[in-house]
């Protein structure tokens, strides 16, 4: 029986040792350019994901905030309807939700939650005051928690108990109402404290700032605590076609006017750094589920739109680079890094946002406070990968040249060595602070506008300066999140893969394809075309039911008049050309 079937069919633990020896132990034998290939049919993605043995009902579309809201509505719903007394709390659980109810009630409460359970596929667990299933019957639990799970049609991802709402006994003690666990705001309340409605927001950070929505609650849970983000965050994502015949055209006159390019490193223009495998689509399907929290998305293109992306939703709004780069830099571009220095010039871009390549993704619920302070300060993420120490050289790989160039910057203005890389991350920014670099180091912001490719003297304004440069001007702090990096040329990333797909432990991963074989593409289209669909299977409200038929190359900056005119910081000085 081939190896592929036997380990489909085997237990994860067992699956995971088996998968591991293969790679380490086979792969290395292998021709290189055999080994992404072997890796895929050694270790299969298909049936990867964590199957729990909970009932679940199955839906083309789901979302963690969705699928929250639902159970809240059907527990909250049927206490109104029976007559009994309850108000929403806040929970430190960022994807759960809670309401008390009077311990006088119990009875009638678990009658009611047992009725609800039986008759929908629902799951009514008890719970610990630390938010873990407790072995408590239900008649002492001090918290019980009622859930619907469900899951897409291929049983890849599962929104299960930890969204399910939880129903706290309060009891009566001396004319207050005493929890049965500290919550984020209070465990106590004046019994005789008027109710109040208040907004989704106020629950928790994990929401729609769009959100109608609003619950029962007493006063005092109005009162958001001091470790909140309470200002608007956008998305700014940069995107390109390396397929479309027009963009190659001006790709290929480019690269006959800047013959330098052939002379340093092949990364400043290899055919990898261009490729769309459709990561955009995922990468927006996970910011819908992971980041309700965002205000809008901003998609940067050289005048292209996927033919999937629905351009007339209000939250989102494609750029051109004519629009950001004006009359500044050189057009077109095909310089990741000279399209990343001019972002902030996006007119109506909020003060505080995240910039995205389409490779990064969200992996699970996040809330903004990993991104930004209460404050307003940026947090940024150290990676273990040192900028390498030796002076710049022309051949150098792009990233690698911009490291030094930053540090050069870096050890001028402030006496500091900038020494570690920043992981391939979401970076949290501020357009202030962006405006603020490219007006002290205008030469350089300006040298990596005007170059069409990769250039050695390019500086990373998005993905290393601005961090190191907010840290030293106390507008950043470090930051901690669970990431995965992998090449996807490299042969262990299915293994990588397989794992992420069946533990889903990390808060986000990059898939980046840096220089590969042209016999690596058609592989590597595969793996992420079994592991992304698998990762990330409902689709977004930006996705078209039917793609646009390919049409002739449009104009985008008419996009301006969907912008909402109450947006943040669209004043803030920029410098002239």
Not at 182 to 196: L, Q, T
Not at 251 to 264: C, D, I, Q
Not at 409 to 437: D, N, Y
Not at 451 to 470: G, I, K, N, T, W
Request: charge should be neutral; charged fraction near 25%.
């Amino acid at each position: 029986m081939p190896l592929r079937r036997i380990l489909r069919h085997t237990p994860w633990p067992v699956r995971r040792r088996m998968m591991a020896v293969a790679q380490h132990k086979l792969l290395r034998y292998l021709p290189a350019d055999r080994r992404l290939a072997t890796a895929r049919r050694v270790v299969p993605l298909e049936g990867a994901a964590h199957r729990r043995s909970v009932t679940a009902r199955v839906t083309d579309r789901a979302t963690p905030a969705g699928v929250r809201r639902e159970n809240l509505d059907r527990v909250v719903t049927a206490l109104a309807m029976a007559g009994i007394e309850w108000f929403r709390v806040p929970v430190e659980s960022l994807t759960g939700s809670a309401v008390a109810v009077r311990e006088e009630d119990r009875d009638r409460v678990i009658e009611l939650l047992e009725t609800l359970s039986a008759s929908d596929a629902g799951l009514l667990e008890v719970i610990r005051p630390d938010g873990r299933p407790g072995r408590r019957g239900r008649r002492q639990a001090s918290v019980l928690r009622l859930s619907r799970p469900v899951t897409d049609p291929g049983r890849t991802l599962m929104y299960g108990p930890e969204y399910g709402c939880e129903i706290e006994f309060w009891r009566t003690v001396d004319g207050n109402l005493v929890g049965p666990r500290s919550n984020p705001v209070s465990d106590v309340v004046p019994a005789g404290e008027p109710f109040v409605d208040a907004p989704e927001a106020v629950f928790g950070s994990f929401s729609s700032p769009a959100d109608p929505a609003s619950y029962r609650t007493r006063e005092i849970f109005t009162m958001v605590s001091p470790d909140r983000v309470a200002f608007p965050i956008d998305v700014v994502y940069t995107w390109v076609d390396g397929n479309d015949p027009a963009w190659l055209e001006r790709k290929a006159a480019a690269l006959r006017e800047n013959g330098w390019v052939t002379e340093v490193s092949g990364q400043a223009a290899n055919d990898s750094r261009f490729a769309s495998r459709d990561e955009l689509r995922y990468s927006l399907r996970a910011l819908h589920s992971f980041a309700p929290w965002v205000r809008h998305i901003y998609l940067v293109t050289d005048d292209q739109v996927p033919a999937w992306l629905d351009t007339t939703r209000a939250d989102l709004t494609v750029v051109s680079h004519r629009e950001i780069f004006g009359d500044t830099g050189r057009l077109p571009t095909f310089n990741s890094q000279a399209i990343e220095s001019r972002l902030h010039r996006i007119p109506g871009l909020a003060e505080h946002f995240l910039y995205l390549n389409d490779d990064v993704f969200l992996a699970r619920p996040v809330p903004p406070e990993m991104f930004f302070t209460p404050g307003g300060l940026t947090r940024f993420f150290p990676s273990a990968a040192l900028v390498d120490s030796a002076p710049r050289q022309d051949t150098d790989p792009p990233a690698n040249s911009a490291g030094k160039n930053n540090r050069k910057l870096i050890q001028q203005a402030f006496g500091r060595v900038l020494t570690r890389k920043m992981k391939h991350t979401p970076h949290p920014s501020r357009r202030s602070v962006l405006a603020e670099i490219e007006l002290r180091f205008a030469e350089h912001v300006t040298a990596t506008a005007s170059h069409q490719f990769r250039h050695p003297e390019d500086v990373s304004l998005l993905s290393s300066l601005q961090q190191y440069y907010s840290y030293l001007t106390g507008r950043a702090a470090p930051g901690e999140i669970r990431y995965m990096y992998t090449d996807l040329a490299d042969p262990a990333t299915p293994m990588r893969l397989a794992r992420v797909l069946h533990d889903r432990h990390m808060d986000a991963f990059c898939l980046n394809d840096t220089d590969s074989s042209p016999s690596a593409v058609a592989e590597q289209a595969a793996l992420l075309a079994e592991f992304l669909p698998a990762y990330l299977p409902f689709p977004s409200p930006y996705e078209l039911a039917t793609p646009r038929a390919l049409e002739a190359p449009r104009q985008v900056v008419a996009r301006q008049s969907s912008r909402l005119p109450e947006q943040a910081h669209s004043d803030i000085p920029l410098p002239s050309a």
